[in-house]
């Protein structure tokens, strides 16, 4: 599967911006997607995660409460609403993918097999 990302851009601390990534295939619904996130500098990390279904999600600790991984199959797209953004969620964010075979949301970069190209979120304070 291919992925597009878009959606970042710059907004002010408590702000919000929903990101997308458009997947490419008919079996988009077969796949695991989540979120992650890196800084230049340091490592890629984990932001959230969604079964294939959509009926399983799971979020880090840092963005619980304020983001929301979500998924449309029928429009091949996984979302991730960010609310309350802090300058501290500024990076680039990618999407990933992975066919979904495993019962636990995987929250690990060697998990995922397809990646998006990255789209930039910068938060002002």
């Known amino acids: 599967v291919q992925l597009q990302a878009s959606g970042g851009g710059l907004v002010q601390a408590g702000g919000s911006l929903r990101l997308s990534c458009a997947a490419s295939g008919r079996t988009f619904s077969s796949y695991r997607m989540a979120w992650f996130r890196q800084v230049p500098g340091k490592e890629r990390e984990f932001v959230a995660a969604?079964?294939?279904?959509?009926?399983?999600?799971f979020h880090t600790d840092s963005v619980k409460g304020r983001f929301t991984i979500s998924r449309d199959n029928a429009k091949n797209t996984v979302y991730l609403q960010m609310n309350t953004l802090k300058p501290e969620d500024t990076a680039a964010y990618y999407c990933?993918?992975?066919?979904?075979?495993?019962?636990?949301?995987?929250?690990?970069?060697?998990?995922?097999?397809?990646w998006g190209q990255g789209t930039l979120v910068t938060v002002s304070s």
């Open positions: 969604i079964s294939a279904g959509g009926s399983r999600v």
């Open positions: 990933a993918a992975v066919w979904d075979t495993a019962a636990a949301l995987g929250t690990h970069l060697f998990e995922y097999t397809s």
